[in-house]
């Protein structure tokens, strides 16, 4: 006899005829259910595919992804150390962190204030240079005039000890014929003496051209210095230097250094013509310990042993330029940030401008001096005072990564961005950059490996020829693996000018840019390479 428990046949009879009668459901129908979901029939079976098989999925996409990570990095370690070569970094390989140094420097222009002594800029305009024509209609004289610099440097050296510059640098090359002929020249020589003989004077830097020297009648290799009727004395003087004031362009022509020296043949042999912002920045830095550790301090050791060494040899690259002072050609009513308030010149020039940089026009000065008038030398206390001219006729401008800028203007951010790197912009430390590339890698495999099974539904979503919704288009298009590792490159582009915005206080750049965009272009090839 049957158990209690167990069902009559009867049941048992039942339950087969229904099961027999019951409707089966087609493939196609069961595609189109599953596809009415937002899948279709491959993914409606992925559903039930047995949790070995799933595991067994995610093992292989992880060491697929281990794979595409050490691929990607290596990449992007290669490129970092390729960019580490300055030919390297100055051509296309460089652009993405050329950019992400140039959108540094715009977004703390003219807000970085620091306790870098200030910059008075004399400037011989257009307005200044056509109220010093002798009559109206003359030429345009080409070179500033010679008795004008003359009473402008008289005016700086008559002020009270107290209220001297710490360096005047004078960005004007006075060995070019003088636009006011002799007289102009004796007029420069007589400033030029009384300033040598000065003891409250401060340091003069003067910018001088070199040409080659066979353009100048010597038949010599290299460069050379033309003579001046102002040799004698400035040999003489203890407080009067010749200098270099050219830069160094990349393949853009944008100014992003400045040349430390140059090797130049003079009648005592061959010498090392040093740059006016390295000359001025030794004068302008208060601190010795920090002017003793200066890393562009290297270039005034070297420059004699390697003018010795190799003569004619020219530097193809130099030191580079702290920008945070902008002068466009539209600066009429620019207001520059003050002064912090931690500057060591307030002791000393407690009534002085405070902004970090002021431009004045030539012929104010001039006209007060010419009226007889007594004029304040307030401005010039502790400054550094640059001379030079935004006219038209000097043609003075260069591209920046700031926008078209003076020269003079260029010579007062080399100066005073070496003071707020503390000596010159380093670099930071390899090690750090290799590990700011690896996290980015890994954030890129980590990603894909996050979104890997939703792609791949997505993909086939995408070959389904059911209707889509809208919001599943969106999802093809956000996890399209170029859309996804172009975000990680771009975000860390702007991580990358993030930390140059605080590490530039410190003097510190590196390159984070190009090394990611290499990698995120190696993990998208790899990704559609393996499907």
Known sequence: MPDDDSPPKATHRAA????????????????ASAAHDGLDHDEAHEEHRPQRKTRRFSLVAQSRERR??????????????????????????????RQMMEAAFKMRADVTAGTAEPVLFFDFDDHTIGKLAPTPFAPVAVTTPRASLADLLDFIRTGPPQQMPRVVVMDVDIAQAASDGDVGIARMQAALTAWSQSPSAPPLIIARESYPAADLGVNAPGLALPNTPYDPVVEKAPNIYWSTVKV?????????????????LTPSGVQPLFSAALLAYGFAE????????????????????????????QLAHGERIDYHISLDLGFSGRVWPALSKAWAGFKQCPGTDTAIFRRLSVIDILDAIHAGGDVSRELLCQHIVLIGGTNGAAGDFVQTPLNEMNGSVVLGNAIRGLELTHGGMRAIPLGFQVLLLAVVSLLM??????????????????RSPHKR???HTFGIISLNPIILNGVIAVSAHLVGVAILLVSL???????????????????????????
């Open 68 to 97: 595409r990570a050490i691929i990607s990095f290596s990449v992007g370690l290669l490129v970092l150390l390729l960019v580490q070569i300055p030919s390297v970094e100055q051509s296309f390989l460089g652009g993405p962190d």
């Open 286 to 313: 208060r601190d010795p310990a920090v002017l003793a550790k200066a890393s562009a301090r290297h270039w005034m050791q070297d420059g004699a042993a390697q003018c010795q060494k190799a003569p004619t040899a």
């Open 16 to 31: 087969r005829a229904r099961a027999k009668h019951k409707p089966r459901q087609s493939k196609a129908s069961h595609a």
């Open 248 to 264: 160094l362009g990349d393949q853009n022509a944008e100014i992003r250094e400045f040349l430390p020296y140059e090797c130049v």
């Open 505 to 531: 206080n410190f003097g510190l750049w590196g390159f984070l840019s190009a090394p990611v965009f290499a990698a995120a272009i190696t993990e998208t090839l790899q990704e559609f390479f393996d499907d």
């Open 469 to 471: 919704r809208i919001a």
């Open 445 to 462: 495999s980590g990603v894909a490996l996050a979104t890997d099974r939703a792609r791949h539904r997505f993909q086939r979503l995408k």
